[in-house]
């Protein structure tokens, strides 16, 4: 009777863990966004704005740059005042991951991160 249920249960908890919903890039994008626009590395978004509402309106693949380009707009609200914000983010894609190189309007760069 033991061995019967750890039949079940098995390939039950391979298959629930397996099938999880997976991240997708427009995910990824929203986290970034989120994660990082709150932090004052923009002059016209200051630190500790709550971040919400990103849409993601356009992913433009440069091909011959391994680079893709990401038009997003989002709302953020500062001492009760909500606005609304637009950018362009620039992802690079190396050994089949998407990394976050550069936010348009702001002093973000993976570039200079990397190099300090």
Do not use: W
Request: glycine residues 6%.
């Amino acid at each position: 009777m033991q061995k019967k249920r750890f039949f079940y249960i098995v390939p039950l908890l391979f298959l629930l863990v397996s099938c999880g919903k997976k991240e997708t890039f427009k995910d990824v994008i929203v986290k970034d966004v989120v994660s990082n626009m709150g932090k004052g590395i923009c002059d016209s978004v200051l630190a500790g704005a709550k971040i919400d509402n990103v849409i993601v309106k356009h992913i433009i693949p440069v091909e011959t740059e391994q680079l893709i380009d990401v038009t997003v707009s989002f709302d953020y609200e500062i001492n009760g005042i909500r606005k609304n914000a637009s950018t362009v983010l620039l992802y690079s894609t190396k050994d089949g991951k998407r990394e976050l190189d550069e936010i348009g309007i702001c002093k973000y760069s993976n570039k200079q991160n990397n190099k300090q």
